[in-house]
C-alpha cells in the first residue's frame, strides 16, 4: 500500500524560485492537507482540501498556494520562494472528519 | 487565539513507568475530534488514538489513553508502562466541524511534548 505519497523528498531552491510540492493517496479519501513543520512550532496548518475541487486556508497560508484537481492529488506551490520558507512540509489525507489522518513522509525544503 | 495547547515542551519518565502528557483545547464548536499522534527522531507522523466531543468513554488502544475532560476542555494522553521505543515528540491535534454539512474540516496541532523514556 502506497498511502500518502510526497514528491520531492528533498529539495533546495534559490530566493525568488518557484517550486511545486506534490502529494498523492491512493486511500480514496476526501480531506487533504498540507502542513509545515519548524522547529519549536509544531505542525502549522498552511492550506488543505475538503473535496476535489475545493480548497481553504490554514493558519499560514502567505506564500503558497493549493490545488485540487484530481481527488486522489493536492498540490501546494511556492510561487516566489523565500528563506522563511525553509521547513519540513508534510501532506495528509483522511477519509472523513472524524477519522485519523494519514501523512506522507515528509519534504524538506531549503530556500538559500 | 492557540487553539490547542501542549504546556510541556519536554518530559522525562522512567522505563516501565506511566505518564501523562497534557493538551488542552479551544472550540466553540459542540462537534469535534481530538487525536494524539507520534513523531519519533525518523520524522514519521503515527497515529495514536482518537477521541470524540460527543463519545462517552475515554479512549484506549493498548498502552495509550485519552482522558477526555470536556468540561474542562482537555484531552490527556496517558501512556502506561513506559518502553525506551516511546522517546519521541508527541503532538495533540484538533479537527472541528459541524455534524452535518459545512466546509469545516482543518486539523490543527499543538506544538509538541517531546518525551524521553530513561532506562
Known amino acids: 500500500n502506497a498511502g500518502v505519497t510526497q514528491t520531492p523528498k528533498f529539495r533546495v531552491l534559490k530566493t525568488g524560485q518557484s517550486m511545486t510540492l506534490l502529494c498523492a493517496q491512493d486511500m480514496n479519501h476526501e480531506y487533504m492537507y498540507w502542513y509545515r513543520q519548524d522547529p519549536g512550532m509544531g505542525l502549522r496548518l498552511i492550506h488543505y482540501?475538503?473535496?476535489?475541487?475545493?480548497?481553504a486556508k490554514g493558519e499560514v497560508p502567505d506564500g503558497y498556494n493549493v490545488s485540487r484537481l484530481k481527488k486522489q492529488n493536492f498540490l501546494l506551490g511556492l510561487e516566489s520562494a523565500a528563506p522563511s520558507q525553509t521547513s519540513v512540509y508534510f501532506c495528509a489525507s483522511s477519509y472523513g472528519r472524524g477519522t485519523e489522518a494519514f501523512f506522507g513522509q515528509g519534504t524538506r525544503l531549503t530556500v538559500v | 487565539a492557540q487553539k490547542i495547547t501542549q504546556t510541556q515542551p519536554g518530559m522525562f519518565v522512567q522505563e516501565k513507568e506511566a505518564v501523562t502528557l497534557d493538551c488542552t483545547y479551544d472550540?466553540?464548536?459542540?462537534?469535534?475530534?481530538l487525536f494524539w499522534y507520534k513523531q519519533p527522531s525518523s520524522g514519521e507522523m503515527i497515529f495514536l488514538i482518537y477521541q470524540g466531543s460527543y463519545d462517552e468513554q475515554n479512549a484506549t488502544e493498548g498502552r495509550y489513553s485519552l482522558n477526555f475532560q470536556k468540561a474542562r476542555k482537555s484531552a490527556n494522553l496517558v501512556i502506561s508502562a513506559s518502553q525506551l521505543g516511546d522517546s519521541a515528540m508527541y503532538f495533540c491535534?484538533?479537527?472541528?466541524?459541524?455534524?452535518?454539512?459545512?466546509?469545516?474540516?482543518?486539523?490543527?496541532f499543538g506544538k509538541g511534548t517531546k518525551l524521553s523514556v530513561k532506562p
Open positions: 482540501s475538503v473535496g476535489e475541487g475545493t480548497t
Open positions: 491535534a484538533m479537527r472541528e466541524g459541524r455534524e452535518y454539512g459545512g466546509s469545516q474540516g482543518n486539523l490543527i
Open positions: 472550540t466553540s464548536d459542540q462537534s469535534y475530534g
